[in-house]
């Protein structure tokens, strides 16, 4: 990053960062030490509702800047105890295959599979 990309502001430290336009919007930069408590208010903060990676990335992304901003926000989400406790998974678990045991004799076991329905062309 040149110096050239960077503002002070009243003491503060803002990241002048041009999205779309030619207009250069104005990032506080978030020290390494504040970056848990931005965290935790657009997270874990009841109004904020505990949003999944994508919808925190975009609340964020135009209000504060810090390096890797999204992996940060990543790896807290997926350390949140709340999200993994009430997130249901949306895939079955992967079962244990049982191994089927030989028949004995002639027609003991029959197995069929079914298909369809199909549309005829």
Known sequence: PTIASYDVIDDVLYKLISRGGAEHIKLPYI???MIPNVMAAYHDHPSS????????????KD?????NMMSTITNYIRSCHQCAKFNIRRRK???KLHPIT??????????????GPMSLP
């Open 31 to 33: 020290p390494q030490s």
């Open 49 to 60: 509702g505990h949003f999944g990676i994508k919808r925190t990335w975009y609340k964020l």
């Open 63 to 67: 209000r504060y800047f810090w390096p």
């Open 93 to 95: 678990l992967p079962g």
């Open 102 to 115: 030989p028949p004995d004799g002639i027609f003991e076991v029959i197995g069929m599979d079914f298909w």
